[in-house]
């Protein structure tokens, strides 16, 4: 039996540095223009206060940040060998705001040689020309890795209106072929089980962006969370509708592992809601059990 192929960030890490690598979160202190007014007050639908990072660190200065970071994760680990760590900018948009000082933080994370990978999470009507290349500089400068990080959540114009994401998909598309054409790698996060969303439709987005050239370097696949505080949080408990069950995400999941190109690193398969404001689905909450699940149906669907 052939086990159904894929190719996780943790064994991509492994193949490029030869050896477990972990994320620290840190802070930028950068607000999102969904949140403050410029696009809009309310936010992405599905987004709470803590903008799409809500474990992430209080602000601090990034020398700062990163030792608490790294402390945190080395408590956690026998003290044999030396460590390595990425840098995730996570929550808010991170490139949004002065450039200059955006990467003079950045610098600040990536002169760190513990750290070998600087990962910005932002929006792609976010990254100005100027920021991309002063980032492309400080990669070759140091010789590390920048990934960007870039909300999408589907392809489909419907959805982007219905979840007040705030830009068209034509957007991402431009700002995606400026940032290969540069020579930064990409990280796309898709959500998967939007209510009006079938499986047709989620397939599309996988379809899109699995025919993206050049190929896509990363790709994050999140359950829909539905969570106290947020916009289709408030939905939800005015009129239930339908979430999908475990068995419903996993089988989903699975035609979508299966479209990906196979240089398309998977940097996530589910995702860890908040659970002290997770509304639906509870299942989600059960970690253990999920990553059980969809073990088996990776397995189940491996060619025999
Ligand atoms: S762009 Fe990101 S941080 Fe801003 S509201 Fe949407 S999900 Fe939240």
Redesign the pocket.
Known sequence: MRYMYYLSLSDYLKRIYGQKVYKISLQSGCS?P??DGTISRG??SF?SEG??GDFAAPLLPVKEQIEIGIKRVEAKLPKVTEHKFIAYFQS??NTYGDTAKLISLFDEALRDPRVIILSIGT?PDCISDEMISELKKLQDRYDKKVWIEL?LQSVHDETAKRIN?GYPLSVFDDTYKRLKASGLSVIVHVIIGFPWEDEKDILETIQYLSALTPVLDGIKLQLLHILKGTRLGEEYEREPFHVLTLEEYCSILVKCLKLLPSETVVHRITGDGPKKILIAPLWSGDKKRVLNTINQAIKLASDT
Do not use: K
């Open positions: 999102c969904n949140r936010g992405c987004c903008g799409s808010y948009t929006r909300g994401r």
